[in-house]
Nanobody
């Protein structure tokens, strides 16, 4: 599975962005897909995950109610809609694929995209 994240950019606080994660590989639909972010000088942190089939999602408390994850397995795509963005959301965002394991632990993920930068100005 290969992943490519896109959609980052510069946005004012309170604005919205939609990130996309394009995947290749015939078994993509069987993977959990997570979004992580890493701000400068900080560790990579879990943002949200979506299960195979899209029936289950898990959000970090810091983004709950503001971010929405979805997937379209027919297109091998996962999306992250980010609303009400805050300056503290500024980070490089990564999508990753997990076959099995703890969703919040980045060490469990099998494949990673290259990251897309989100900058939220105050």
């Amino acid at each position: 599975v290969q992943l490519q994240a896109s959609g980052g950019g510069l946005v004012q606080a309170g604005g919205s962005l939609r990130l996309s994660c394009a995947a290749s590989g015939p078994t993509f639909s069987t993977y959990v897909v997570g979004w992580f972010r890493q701000a400068t000088g900080k560790e990579r942190e879990f943002v949200v995950g979506i299960g195979a089939g899209g029936g289950f999602t898990l959000y970090a408390d810091s983004v709950k109610g503001r971010f929405t994850i979805s997937r379209d397995d027919a297109k091998n795509m996962v999306y992250l809609l980010m609303n009400s963005l805050k300056p503290e959301d500024t980070a490089v965002y990564y999508c990753a694929a997990l076959r099995t394991g703890t969703w919040r632990d980045p060490r469990r993920y099998d494949y990673w995209g290259q990251g897309t930068l989100v900058t939220v100005s105050s």
